[in-house]
């Protein structure tokens, strides 16, 4: 195997232990979330630095690739791909340090009426499985795969487009939710986000093994 077949797999598996650690992080802040976990909440606080330092590792030995190597072709294209990638998985990485804060935070759990109506619930599963499924389709280097994640994402937009006036109705009857409704809206948003980041990695596989840019397109084909 040539040198360069063993740095770029030496990346791959950087990149996976990444990416299995962010999905920790994720369903940690989620398990937190739903039973009220202070402490749990702090370990996801805590393991924040090491997705901060994993994402500079891996930065920096795609530098050390570039410079020493030179490549090409498909090999470019995964550099590429593994930048970027690792870019959003350090982002995903924020906002599940941002919901666990947001436990840390809370003075007591949320109503269970309340996580019922919002369906925030099936948005933060659906955002973690659409992360475990962009995972999978990077190791098996699957584009059908890394495809079914822009589907799944409508449930996310679907939860968000309808939260302000679903928790409206709820506030007018439950007033005494007002301050939970506005950390919950925060939450919606940021899983939201995930939904988006992850995309992006879909995106960036997609280009890796097929050359197609699907940046600014309005059909993932």
């Not at 997705?51 to 550099?79: H, M, Q, T, W, Y």
């Not at 007002?178 to 919606?188: R, Y």
Request: include cysteine; charged fraction near 30%.
């Amino acid at each position: 195997m040539a040198q360069i077949e063993t740095e770029l797999q030496l990346l791959k598996s950087e990149a996976i232990n990444m990416w299995t650690l962010v999905n920790s992080q994720l369903n940690k802040a989620r398990e937190a979330f739903l039973t009220f976990d202070k402490d749990l909440a702090r370990e996801v606080v805590l393991k924040e630095k090491r997705v901060n330092g994993s994402e500079l590792k891996i930065d920096r030995d795609c530098e050390n690739i570039f410079a020493l190597f030179c490549p090409v072709a498909i090999d470019l294209r995964f550099l590429l791909a593994v930048l970027k990638i690792n870019s959003n998985l350090e982002r995903i990485g924020d906002i599940a340090e941002g919901i666990a804060k947001y436990i840390i935070d809370a003075e007591a759990p949320f109503s269970k009426e309340l996580l019922e109506v919002s369906r925030v619930m099936p948005m933060y599963e659906e955002a973690v499985g659409m992360l475990e499924d962009t995972q999978a389709a990077f190791e098996k280097e699957d584009t059908i795969l890394a495809r079914g994640v822009f589907k799944r994402d409508d449930l996310l937009d679907a939860v968000n487009k309808s939260s302000n006036k679903v928790l409206e109705a709820h506030l007018k009857a439950h007033p005494e939710d007002t301050a939970q409704a506005l950390w919950l809206i925060s939450i919606i948003r940021r899983l939201e986000r995930v939904g988006d980041q992850t995309k992006n990695v879909a995106e960036e596989i997609i280009f890796y093994l097929e050359a197609k840019v699907l940046k600014h397109s309005k059909k993932f084909a």
